[in-house]
């Protein structure tokens, strides 16, 4: 059984930072592409981050230069590390495959960014 559980999530002022963790079970992360996707009150959610199998790493417009994706392989683990956090990062983060399986997504972690 496929498992990821979010975890990392909290509120933070704008400006700060918050370092994402998605802990995988039953799926080998060093062999899927991987990502992360939020979801804001009242919208759809949407792509972040991902994270290929070749290391490489694309992001979202939105968060370019300020959010960093990484994996690690022997902890099965994949993380988000958000920098200069603003009002409008806040949401419900997820990790999923990337593309995303919907029989894949979890509980999320929630961020809040406010003064």
């Known amino acids: 059984q496929v498992q990821l559980v979010e975890s990392g999530g909290g509120l933070v002022q704008p400006g700060g930072s918050l370092k994402l963790s998605c802990a995988v079970s039953g799926l080998t992360v060093s062999t899927y592409m991987m990502g992360w996707f939020r979801q804001a009150p009242g919208k759809q959610r949407e792509f972040v981050a991902a994270?290929?199998?070749?290391?490489?790493?694309r992001y979202a417009d939105s968060v370019k230069g300020r959010f960093i994706i990484s994996r690690d392989n022997a902890k099965n683990m994949v993380y988000l590390q958000m920098n200069n956090l603003r009002p409008e990062d806040t949401a419900v983060y997820y990790c999923n495959a990337d593309p995303p399986r919907n029989e894949l997504w979890g509980q999320g972690t929630q961020v809040t960014v406010s003064s």
């Open positions: 994270t290929h199998w070749n290391t490489d790493t």
